[in-house]
């Protein structure tokens, strides 16, 4: 028998798995296809040695000073 699915999310990297998560929020049923063995694959095998944070630099300097307040 023929099941429909609305919604398919290919890639179950950081955006698909956040968006599977929202969808997951508000009971929507979907899928999500990822061709790796397992999800975040870019997170678990990826790596430049010499890198090691991508943040927005205000975002950081903002929790620090934050921080500091307490
Ligand atoms: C070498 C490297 C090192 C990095 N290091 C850092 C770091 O140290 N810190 C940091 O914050 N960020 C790092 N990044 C950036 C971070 O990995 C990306 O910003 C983030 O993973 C992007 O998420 P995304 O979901 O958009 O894409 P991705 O994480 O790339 O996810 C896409 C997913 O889709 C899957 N996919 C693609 N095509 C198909 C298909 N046809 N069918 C099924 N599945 C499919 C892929 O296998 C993958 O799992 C690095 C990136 C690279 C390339």
Known sequence: MLHK???VIVGGGQAG????YYLTQEGREHVALERAPAVANAW???RW????????SE????E???NRKC
Do not use: G
């Open 5 to 7: 699915i609305d919604t």
């Open 17 to 20: 798995l956040a968006i599977s």
């Open 44 to 46: 678990r095998n990826q």
């Open 49 to 56: 040695d010499s890198f090691t944070l991508v943040t927005r």
């Open 59 to 62: 975002s950081f300097t903002s």
């Open 64 to 66: 620090l000073a934050t």
